[in-house]
């Protein structure tokens, strides 16, 4: 079992940035595939980025494409955000979750944080 702990979330300006971490318990991290999905209020979870087990390869919602960058460090068992860029529309709930492989859809992660809430300012 893997336990995911958010963090970094914040009130920031747009254009401005934040770094969001997403720490792991358990040793078995490595071999998971790591994702962060988005819910803003009154809408659906939403795929923001994916990355693999060994980092090598990583996926984007096109709304963040250049924008953001998701990052790993398996001996750190910590998954990263970097949001620069940030607009009005990126206001959401931040959650990380778990996958046996790097994945789109909110069904194929096993394991979630309980989030972290990025608000940007216009």
């Known amino acids: 079992q893997v336990q995911l702990v958010e963090s970094g979330g914040g009130l920031v300006q747009a254009g401005g940035s934040l770094r969001l971490s997403c720490a792991a318990s358990?040793?078995?991290?490595?071999?998971?595939?790591m994702g962060w999905f988005r819910q803003a209020p009154g809408k659906e979870r939403e795929f923001v980025a994916a990355?693999?087990?060994?980092?090598?390869?990583?996926y984007y919602a096109d709304s963040v494409k250049g924008r953001f960058t998701i990052s790993r460090d398996n001996a750190e068992n910590t998954v990263y955000l970097q949001m620069n860029s940030l607009k009005p529309e990126d206001t959401a709930v931040y959650y990380c979750?778990?996958?046996?492989?790097?994945?789109?859809?909110?069904?194929?992660?096993?394991?979630w944080g309980q989030g972290t809430q990025v608000t940007v300012s216009s």
């Open positions: 990355i693999s087990w060994s980092g090598g390869n990583t």
């Open positions: 358990g040793r078995t991290f490595s071999s998971y595939a």
């Open positions: 979750g778990a996958a046996p492989s790097a994945r789109y859809s909110v069904a194929d992660y096993l394991y």
